[in-house]
C-alpha cells in the first residue's frame, strides 16, 4: 500500500514551523491590517508582567492599591 499523501492543511503546518504565539499574532497583524490591536496587546503584557513581578515582592500591597 502506499503512504497516505499530506492534505494541505499538513502540508501548511509543515511549512510554517513551530513559531511563538507572539511572532503568529505579529503575523496577523501584518497580514489583515489590525494594528488597533497592537497597543491592547501592550497593555495586557505590561499588566500581566506588573502582577507577575509584584507578586514575589513587598510592592504588592502599593501595586494593588493603584487598581
Known amino acids: 500500500m502506499s503512504e497516505p499523501k499530506d492534505n494541505e492543511f499538513e502540508r501548511a503546518a509543515a511549512e510554517h514551523g513551530k ?18 490591536l497592537l497597543p491592547l496587546l501592550v497593555t495586557l503584557l505590561a499588566l500581566g ?16 492599591t493603584l487598581f
Open 19 to 36: 513559531k511563538g504565539l507572539l511572532s503568529d499574532f505579529w503575523g496577523f497583524m501584518k497580514e489583515n491590517k489590525k494594528w488597533w
Open 49 to 64: 508582567l506588573l502582577i507577575f513581578l509584584s507578586s514575589g515582592t513587598g510592592l504588592a500591597p502599593f501595586i494593588y
